[in-house]
């Protein structure tokens, strides 16, 4: 099996999910300030790299801890990405407020994930991880979006 990645993926979740937030509240403040649409692209481009990405590490880390609830929680992930397609669209098309409403609802989704379905696997995950020396997932993920 070689070496087990496990527990740097443990120590990175917590911090995947704020750099989700990170870009997300980047792109929302840039529409908000008007930036142009190149910017805009770049920006939510960003946000559509770090979500995919930490989605693939999460479910890549649900997988080797045979996680019971995979196959549900890989659809949650893709509804959450149809709608990061749908701001992604909006910004194209250049209908700011339309981008800006599906971003509101993208933050929105996003967080109810991290606090119903995100939580399901943290005990799980906690207790491989304590059995194999690793760091665990902080006690509680931090809520999103309500400072902006
Ligand atoms: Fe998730
Ligand atoms: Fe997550």
Redesign the pocket.
Known sequence: MGEDPFPLSVSI?DE??REIERAAVELMNAIVLGAAQDSLIITGDELVRVTTL??EH?EAMLKRIQFADLTRHIAAHKVILEKLRRVKEKIESRETSAAFHQLREYRALLQQ??QSE?ERYREPLNRLAAERGAEPLLPRIRRMGLNT
Request: aromatic fraction near 12%; avoid cysteine; hydrophobic fraction near 35%.
């Open positions: 979740i995947e999910h930490h989605f999460e994930h991290l995100d």
